[in-house]
């Protein structure tokens, strides 16, 4: 009896997303930075303190990732930097297909870096 493997077919659209948007944002020499943690653990309070020397020297935006409410990214958009809010709607990460909706507005030419920050990867962890 054969056994079928579906990981190659469920996630061949998000590793195609993926890979495009890498391309992308290497196009426009945008550097992405993942920000990974449980909830509550403080990833918005660390770019809430990392942003404004970033922003100082380089353009930074934000991909907001949340389950369900956009508290962290009004936190974020205070900081008067681009922000966009992703509603994961129970998920607990951003995927590539989901990011892709917007990764043309986030390589916009004058950020050079953007900071994703949610619980989980938009890129797979091997980038």
């Not at 890979?19 to 918005?44: F, I, P, Q, Y």
């Not at 935006?61 to 956009?70: N, P, S």
């Not at 992703?86 to 916009?108: D, I, K, Y």
């Amino acid at each position: 009896m054969k056994i079928e493997v579906l990981k190659k077919s469920l996630f061949a659209n998000n590793e195609k997303a993926a890979e495009e948007n890498r391309r992308l944002l290497r196009s426009h020499d945008v550097l992405a930075v993942n920000v990974m943690g449980g909830a509550g653990c403080g990833k918005t309070t660390l770019l809430e303190c990392v942003i404004p020397l970033l922003s100082r020297e380089i353009g930074v935006a934000v991909l907001e990732g949340d389950l369900a409410t956009t508290r962290d990214a009004a936190r974020i958009a205070a900081l008067r930097v681009p922000v966009i809010q992703l509603l994961t709607e129970g998920g607990c990460h951003l995927t590539a297909t989901l990011v892709q909706a917007v990764a043309q507005e986030a390589a916009a030419p004058k950020i050079e870096v953007k900071i994703d920050g949610e619980d989980g990867a938009w890129f797979p962890p091997e980038v």
